[in-house]
């Protein structure tokens, strides 16, 4: 993949690798291995096996980013784990990025995802939001396509806390209005904090 993303990544998310995950998570374990108590030993391979692989889909998908979160609650301040995964996806031409945006939403509706779904201006370029509930878990999607729509940012904020999960629309929209396919300068994060106040 030759495209590149720039995100300004939110405060509390710790980075997960999405290169060799496998031997990162492996010298992780090791150190884990003195914290965790002697009867819950034996699930260490086992998660971290888990972990690896979830890793590798995303790499494999187009993951360019992976994120654990702990925040606290604005309602009630307990604290909320999340996951924040940034993708990206290129197209073979040029196209109008409301056409790619329509395009993407038809793909959900015919995959039978089944959520809110909202296109929105910020500053200037068309940005999708699509909000879910699956039962077990609240989703909320950016899609950010580039000004000429060969390239496409998927922001996905994930959390088994589906009560709280709402709080976090300011953040991910905060987070889909800082994407650019261009090397940011300190200006233009500035800027781009100065519209959504």
Not at 143 to 163: C, G, K, Q
Request: charged letters at 15%; hydrophobic letters at 45%.
């Amino acid at each position: 993949m030759s495209a590149e993303v720039w995100v300004e990544i939110p405060r509390g998310y710790v980075p997960l690798p999405l290169t060799d995950p496998g031997a990162h998570l492996a010298v992780a374990e090791a150190y884990v291995a003195d914290l965790v108590p002697a009867a819950r030993q034996a699930v260490l391979p086992a998660m971290t096996g888990a972990l690896t692989f979830f890793l590798e889909t995303l790499a494999a998908g187009g993951a360019v980013y992976c994120g654990l979160g702990r925040h606290l609650s604005t309602v009630d301040g307990q604290p909320v784990t999340s996951s924040l995964v940034i993708a990206l996806q290129e197209y073979p031409a040029p196209a109008n990025p409301r056409a790619i945006l329509k395009e993407l939403l038809a793909r959900k509706a015919t995959a039978g995802e089944r959520g809110q779904a909202d296109l929105v201006y910020l500053g200037t370029r068309p940005t999708m939001f699509f909000e879910r509930t699956d039962g077990t878990i609240y989703q909320l999607q950016a899609l950010v396509p580039s000004r000429d729509a060969t390239t496409m940012a998927m922001i996905e904020f994930s959390t088994s806390y589906i009560a709280h999960g709402p709080q976090f629309r300011e953040m991910i929209v905060t987070t889909a209005a800082s994407t650019s396919f261009t090397p940011p300068t300190p200006d233009d994060f500035q800027a781009i904090a100065g519209e959504l106040t």
